[in-house]
DNA sequence: CATACTGCCTGTATGC
DNA sequence: TGCATACAGGCAGTAT
């Protein structure tokens, strides 16, 4: 699942690699991914201005539009220099050189073509907290948004109006490294936990983005090739498995709906 | 107000 | 082998 690394990781791809580079003409194959677009794929053309991520959204301004993506779990984002369709691609962007290609298997993304006021309506409506990676996310910050909060504390790390772009991957994982059970209530952690929790967040994502993501299920980079975050991951996954730490076997539990792991030995 | 639960989807894994 | 069923989860919408 594409959390913040992996959108960061096709962002800075795309600043690179289509940036300044043209839309000539879009071809839309499954009316589902913009079904609630308040204006039509194939009026974007023009010139690629800028490339931004806010939370795990994409955001693309062509001309005097704006694309807004969101690849959900199973969503990628491609660019093909010959075109290169498979019975998950959504949808096609003709660009002057070469093609950019929005593959969701699942169809759980989706693609908004906005208008620049369109688009701050939009932002405000969804409410996104807090960049982690940003200047604005200091400790007293997250101090803050812990608050005397009742919520457990893996399900306040992944509340993207609270802190944007942490998803099941990454809580999981910061929480393993700061060694604070994910089933925790936010108040009951003390000033050195939080600490702990703050710094290995921040170094975990810093840590994901430098090997270009974690594909745990169909994620792929802008050019296809999958993240070299894996085999750094401590729990997410290793259900059964030995804790790298103490030993100890890696259990998973579902928390909000979603699976959970930790070591339930060295987590306290 | 905050928090909890549900449905959307389909490829993959499991069971008979 | 084939078919049926369970499972995965981000987030908007709805309920508590
Ligand atoms: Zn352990």
């Known amino acids: 699942m594409p959390e ?5 990781t096709i962002k800075r791809e795309l600043e690179r690699e289509i940036k300044g580079r043209t839309i000539i003409k879009v071809k839309n194959l499954d009316a589902k991914v913009s079904k609630d677009s308040p204006i039509s794929l194939e009026k974007v053309k023009g010139r690629i201005r800028e490339i931004k991520r806010r939370a795990k959204l994409l955001l693309i301004f062509v001309d005097s539009l704006v694309l807004v993506i969101h690849l959900k779990l199973t969503g990628q984002l491609l660019y093909q220099k010959k075109l290169q369709k498979d019975k998950s691609t959504r949808i096609v962007f003709y660009l002057n050189r070469g093609f950019l290609v929005f593959n969701d298997p699942r169809r759980f ?8 006021k369109q688009l701050k309506d939009y932002l405000q409506k969804v409410d996104y907290g807090i960049e982690p990676l940003s200047k604005k996310f200091t400790l007293d910050a997250f101090k803050k948004i812990i608050d005397n909060r009742e919520t457990k504390i893996k399900q306040l790390l992944m509340d993207q109006s609270k802190i944007a772009g942490i998803g099941n991957v990454y809580s999981v994982e910061s929480l393993f490294e700061s060694r604070i059970l994910p089933t925790r209530t936010a108040k009951s952690l003390n000033e050195k936990e939080i600490t702990t929790l703050y710094k290995a967040l921040r170094k975990i994502l810093i840590k994901a983005i430098k090997y270009k993501g974690a594909s ?6 802008l050019y296809g090739k999958k993240g070299k975050m894996v085999p750094f991951l401590k729990v997410y996954g290793r259900e059964g498995k030995p804790c790298f730490r103490c030993k100890g076997k890696i259990k998973r539990i579902m928390l909000g709906g979603r699976g959970t792991y930790f070591c339930p030995s060295c987590q306290k």
């Open 4 to 8: 913040l690394p992996e959108v960061e």
């Open 109 to 116: 993304g989706f693609i908004k073509v906005f208008t620049e």
């Open 216 to 221: 745990v299920d169909t994620y792929l980079d």
